[in-house]
């Protein structure tokens, strides 16, 4: 997506880019060439306009939709109620009634346009601070707002309201972590979301990682978007503010029971009781260690009986196919293409045998596209298979793929079809023109001699003109530059490219830790930890010849170790990388954390730098 969003950029950035260049030109040439600059404005004028009414145009659908931050509130206290309109411009918005809550504030209203990948989203909020008068679960209305002459009403929402305390009793947690999975059960393969959720009574400053389990037995793939609103909660009458810290989807590759390890992190929390030394002063911070606690996962074989057909897919997936054309002949080739898409581990999924007619002469598939789309609460998947046919005898052939998989949500087998495609297969002329088929005979035959031979006159030849030895002259001399050139090459020393990249590996760590510092210096938190995570883990690649897809961390800590460096230095790198996996997905943004982080990366690289240059 980011890639998208790039282009596009690029693309809106070069025909500014075109537009200014125009307007400067006719402004250096007021008469020349006048007409066609006109022209030129006017045509990439409507071309802006068509792609800003295209954008327009791809607009979502219009949501109007309420939430709250609370599922269970304390009688005493309050939470944040928030009505979102998207893609729509709403006018007189009527609240519901709030007979059972003291509004503290609001209405308090916001907006917001994000374009991407040239589709345009706008949402606007209007938001109350309610407290409850009473106890018991209130309902609140919907909210109701006009859209082009359209009421839209928002859904109602629920509040459970309990008498508690607002401070804890002496032992209760301030912070404390929860792993949380939305099922103990699960088939082999099946789509699960694993959240880790982060409840505390203090605002904490600062997280760092310390360990992170393995997720041995799992193919997981962690979820960047996803909603980061906190939520009021209740725990044993106390309550917290929750948010969540990470969420992972897991795919079970083992049947039997498998364990999920605890994650660790440790929290920064200010010392009650502490009096503000200044606006620049830094409050002295006391460092809890939280963890979540291990979870276990029962995964359950596929049911029995299977069917004879089963492509052993399982996840809730739809199936589109296509041919190329519709019509050829015996010398020709056309490929059908199957799309498998929907929320399962793709991985798993394999080309499904189409049982293709036997008229067919059919070449192994291939995958053309295998991609995967975060959403907010799972990733959607997309495998596009295509299958190459040689059609052997003519005729009209119907091909309808069909392909069993199993479903957990409705705990059954399920067949996945499409509509019929007819392709019509005509009789060639014998000479195959796909290349992919046996090539064509060629036919040879004995031609009778002229009756007759007819004597031409002697024409103007080609040859002994400057131009025919301009042209003959011209290959010697390339052939005779080329040797010169190899000679020059063969002399200079060779450089293995494996050393060369080795040898480069501190100089781009480093620029890559200039690009950080600008970062923190702009405040830029995000970026700053991005630019350091690939700092390190493009030095280590680069030292230790690791490929990006195999940088595991048992690898790097193996290969390490291997060429002798310490352990103080193995565990200051995993830890630093760590630190930088949190950070991005806490969004910690505190500057004395980032300013930590950089001294001990440029540190690190320097210890690491004289002991691997002498390993390697």
């Not at 049911?303 to 897919?313: A, G, K, L, T, V």
């Not at 190459?388 to 793929?401: A, C, E, R």
């Not at 961390?553 to 291997?562: D, G, H, R, W």
């Not at 460096?565 to 500057?591: H, P, V, W």
């Amino acid at each position: 997506m980011d890639n998208y969003q790039e282009e596009n950029k690029c693309s809106l950035l070069d025909s500014k880019s075109k537009w200014t260049s125009d307007f400067l030109s006719i402004t250096r040439d007021p008469i020349s060439g006048f007409a066609k600059h006109i022209f030129r404005l006017f045509g990439l004028l409507l071309l802006f306009l068509a792609n800003n009414k295209v954008a327009i145009a791809q607009t979502g659908d219009v949501t109007f939709t309420a939430y709250a931050d609370a599922r269970e509130v304390l009688l005493n206290s309050y939470f944040e109620l928030t009505y979102t309109l998207k893609n729509a411009e709403g006018l007189n918005f009527t609240p519901p009634n709030f007979r059972d809550f003291t509004v503290l504030s609001g209405p308090n209203q916001g907006f917001k346009t994000t374009i991407v990948n040239g589709r345009m989203s706008q949402e606007s909020t209007i938001g109350y601070r309610l407290q409850p008068k009473k106890t018991g679960t209130l309902t609140i209305g919907p909210g109701k707002i006009s859209v082009k002459n359209t009421v839209l009403e928002s859904n109602p929402i629920q509040v459970k309201v309990v008498k508690g305390q607002d401070r804890a009793d002496d032992g209760t947690a301030e912070v404390f972590l929860t792993a949380r999975l939305e099922q103990q059960e699960a088939f082999l393969g099946q789509q699960l979301v694993l959240d880790y959720v982060l409840s505390t009574r203090i605002d904490p400053q600062g997280l760092s990682a310390v360990s992170e389990s393995d997720y041995e037995g799992f193919y997981a793939r962690e979820i960047h978007q996803y909603d980061t609103r906190g939520m009021r909660e209740l725990v044993n009458g106390v309550q917290y503010n929750s948010r969540i810290l990470k969420r992972v989807v897991l795919y079970p590759q083992q049947t039997g029971t498998l364990t999920i390890d605890p994650l660790s992190i440790i929290v920064g929390v200010p010392i009650p009781g502490q009096r503000s030394q200044g606006f620049f002063s830094r409050p002295e911070l006391r460092r809890l260690s939280v963890a979540s606690e291990p979870i276990t996962l029962q995964v359950k074989p596929l049911p029995s009986p299977r069917p004879e057909n089963f492509s052993d897919i399982t996840g809730n997936f739809e199936l589109r196919a296509g041919l190329t054309r519709v019509q050829i002949t015996t010398d020709d080739a056309v490929s059908i293409q199957l799309v498998i898409e929907g929320t399962g581990d793709l991985k798993r999924v394999q080309a499904p045998d189409l049982n293709l007619p036997a008229e067919f002469e059919v070449y192994d598939p291939k995958v053309l596209e295998e991609e995967y789309i975060d959403l907010p609460s799972q990733i959607k998947g997309r495998k596009i298979f295509e299958y190459l046919l040689v059609p052997k005898t003519p005729g009209d052939y119907t091909f309808q793929p069909k392909v069993v998989v199993f479903n957990p949500d409705s705990l059954a087998y399920q067949t996945l079809t499409v509509a019929p495609m007819n392709l019509q297969v005509k009789t060639g002329s014998g000479e195959k023109k796909s290349g992919l088929v046996a090539e064509a005979e060629h036919n040879q035959g004995l031609y009778p001699p002229k009756a007759t031979i007819q004597l031409l006159p002697k024409a103007t030849t080609f040859f002994d003109t400057p131009l025919f030895w301009m042209l003959f002259m011209l290959p010697i001399l390339a052939c005779g530059g080329l040797l010169a050139y190899q000679r020059i090459q063969a002399g200079k020393p060779i450089i293995d490219p494996i050393l060369r990249k080795q040898q480069l590996a501190r100089a781009q760590a480093l620029k890559r830790l200039a690009t950080a510092e600008q970062h923190r210096l702009q405040g830029d938190a995000r970026a700053f930890y991005t630019e350091v995570e690939r700092s390190l883990l493009g030095y280590v690649g680069d030292k230790l010849q690791i490929p990006r897809a195999d940088m595991t961390k048992a690898n790097v800590q193996a290969k390490l170790e291997e060429l002798g460096a310490t352990t103080d230095q193995r565990t200051s790198f995993q830890g630093l990388i760590t630190n930088c996996e949190m950070a991005l997905y806490a969004g910690k943004d505190n500057a004395s954390a980032m300013e930590e982080t950089y001294g001990k990366a440029v540190s690190l690289l320097s210890e690491m730098e004289e002991v691997l240059t002498t390993g390697v």
